[in-house]
């Protein structure tokens, strides 16, 4: 389920507004700087969001490894 989907979801609870704003890369690395991550934190983030490793592309079964 993308972000937009999950706010369509929330939104259809009477009486629950919800926008989504999406952040630009600068927008949310300055965001991450802002809640105190180290920028090899912010770099590690950004790795896995643009180019994940193959492990963290398969989804295991409750207890595999």
């Given at each position: 389920m993308t972000p937009l989907?999950?706010?369509?979801v929330?939104?259809?609870?009477?009486g629950r507004e919800v926008r989504h704003a999406e952040l630009s890369?600068?927008?949310?690395?300055a965001?991450?700087?802002r809640e105190g991550?180290?920028?090899e934190d912010v770099?590690?983030?950004?790795?896995?969001?643009?180019?994940?490793p193959d492990a963290?592309?398969?989804v295991l079964p409750d207890g595999g490894e």
């Open positions: 989907d999950k706010v369509r929330i939104s259809g609870v009477p890369r600068d927008g949310t690395v965001r991450w700087h991550y180290a920028d770099a590690f983030f950004l790795t896995t969001r643009t180019g994940p963290g592309r398969t």
